[in-house]
């Protein structure tokens, strides 16, 4: 069984503050990492996606990939409670692997004023 | 129109009746899939379909039916759920299996 975990928190950090997002997952195979911002209610929005090892970065959004520790991470800078929300990670393996993303539960992030 | 369409966004069915979900993209993927979300539950993915042919199958009971007419559409055909078969339905497209797109979801209860 492939799997993603993620703590499901609640993470709470005051606004203005960096939220820090982690996912480790267990098949060293994956090739492709994915961050999904939900909101109550909504479906997922993709995030960021990232594919080698190290930092990408996009607008207050900053991805971190490590595949020798077989985790990722994604750091939200200057927080706003826009983004409290919750937080999924999807993990998906090379060509030649399963067609599926596998999701974790996500962590509930809340940012308060 | 664009993204990812899915009608209705809410429904209320019996256990003994039938309805049909739709879904429809409008970025030119070529893969497509059925999710379902319950509480406290991460994501779980029903079918994908790749150039309207089903790749992949996870155990999903019989009373869920997928039907891919063409590369922009998606349908699940439901009958005879069960109460517990009540989830937000989410369809999802991507190209080559690569980052996937979300519909806004249909809200399912089953009474």
């Known amino acids: 069984q492939k799997e993603v975990e993620q703590n499901s928190g609640p993470l709470s950090v005051p606004e203005g503050a960096i939220a820090s997002l982690n996912c480790t997952y267990s098949?060293?195979?994956?090739?492709?990492f994915f961050w999904y911002r939900q909101y109550s209610g909504k479906s997922p929005e993709l995030i960021m996606s990232?594919?080698?090892?190290g930092d990408k970065e996009d607008g207050r959004f900053t991805a971190q990939l490590n595949k020798a520790s077989q985790y990722v991470s994604l750091l939200i800078r200057d927080s706003q409670p826009s983004d409290s929300a919750t937080y999924l990670c999807a993990v998906r393996q090379g060509a030649g692997g399963s067609y599926r993303p596998t999701f974790g539960r996500g962590t509930s992030l809340i940012v308060h004023p | 129109e664009t993204g990812v369409t899915q009608t209705p966004r809410h429904l209320v069915m019996g256990m003994t009746n039938k309805k049909s979900l739709k879904c429809e993209q409008h970025l030119g993927h070529n893969a497509m899939y059925w999710y379902k979300q319950s509480a406290k539950k991460p994501l779980e993915l029903m079918f994908v379909?790749?150039?309207?042919?089903?790749?992949e199958n996870n155990s999903v009971p019989s009373r869920f039916s997928p039907e891919c007419p063409n590369s922009s559409h998606l349908f699940l055909h439901l009958h005879t759920l069960q109460p517990e078969d009540s989830a937000l339905y989410l369809c999802?497209?991507?190209?080559?299996?690569?980052?996937?797109?979300f519909g806004q979801g249909t809200r399912l209860t089953v009474v």
């Open positions: 379909y790749s150039l309207e042919e089903r790749v």
């Open positions: 990232i594919y080698s090892n």
């Open positions: 999802a497209s991507s190209q080559d299996f690569g980052e996937a797109f």
């Open positions: 098949d060293r195979g994956s090739q492709s």
